[in-house]
T-cell receptor
Framework: GAVVSQHPSWVICKSGTSVKIECRSLDFQATTMFWYRQFPKQSLMLMATSNEGSKATYEQGVEKDKFLINHASLTLSTLTVTSAHPEDSSFYIC????????????FGPGTRLTVL | QQQVKQSPQSLIVQKGGISIINCAYENTAFDYFPWYQQFPGKGPALLIAIRPDVSEKKEGRFTISFNKSAKQFSLHIMDSQPGDSATYFCAATRYGQNFVFGPGTRLSVLP
């Protein structure tokens, strides 16, 4: 149990285009989903927290107009990187936390974004 | 106060040895302390977690030791195997929100 999937696992795009990454909780309902960014050999950097049906809460320094997050259902959240640039190239990882006051956070396999 | 410190940055252990990774926190409001294992190119996987009302938790070869008064917790990997070679992150959270992650420890277990 507690499986989180991400799609796509990797994507290469041209500068200026938008890329959508999907995060799904496969066997549980996720009240809260988190989006992280990870650079090589570094820790996870929280970008935003999204609760189902609510607007996402972005961390300081993260542009909400550039990284659009939608949490339309209890099993799906999407991250859209708008007008991507080479500096947006990174490993994006989502995680999900079940409802009912659970503390555990389960991570997806990550999406490698390369912007040319 | 939100920071979680982790050491060592890297660790090399012989097969069969004990790997020990330490973390320290400042915020006494944290109520859940998980450890995650991450292989290159993969997302972190929850390994084991502990709440502050328990001093030790063991699951197979993995043990968390928790010292509430010192605000420290550690991960012990017994009988370390080459397959354990990965990056390990400690984390802390209150109510499952705003997870704070340590910088990570790269473990290499030599065959």
């Amino acid at each position: 149990g507690a499986v989180v999937s991400q799609h796509p696992s990797w994507v290469i795009c041209k500068s200026g285009t938008s890329v959508k990454i999907e995060c799904r909780s496969l066997d549980f309902q996720a009240t809260t989903m988190f989006w992280y960014r990870q650079f090589p050999k570094q820790s996870l950097m929280l970008m935003a927290t999204s609760n189902e049906g609510s607007k996402a809460t972005y961390e300081q320094g993260v542009e909400k107009d550039k990284f659009l997050i939608n949490h339309a259902s209890l099993t799906l959240s999407t991250l859209t990187v708008t007008s991507a640039h080479p500096e947006d190239s990174s490993f994006y990882i989502c995680s999900a936390r079940a409802s009912g006051g659970r503390r555990e956070q389960f991570f997806g396999p990550g999406t490698r974004l390369t912007v040319l | 106060q939100q920071q979680v410190k982790q050491s060592p940055q890297s660790l090399i252990v012989q097969k069969g040895g004990i790997s020990i990774i330490n973390c320290a926190y400042e915020n006494t409001a944290f109520d859940y302390f998980p450890w995650y294992q991450q292989f290159p190119g993969k997302g972190p996987a929850l390994l084991i977690a502990i709440r502050p009302d328990v001093s030790e938790k063991k699951e197979g070869r993995f043990t968390i030791s928790f010292n509430k008064s010192a605000k420290q917790f550690s991960l012990h990997i017994m009988d370390s195997q080459p397959g354990d070679s990965a990056t390990y992150f400690c984390a802390a959270t209150r109510y499952g929100q705003n997870f704070v992650f340590g910088p990570g420890t790269r473990l290499s277990v030599l065959p």
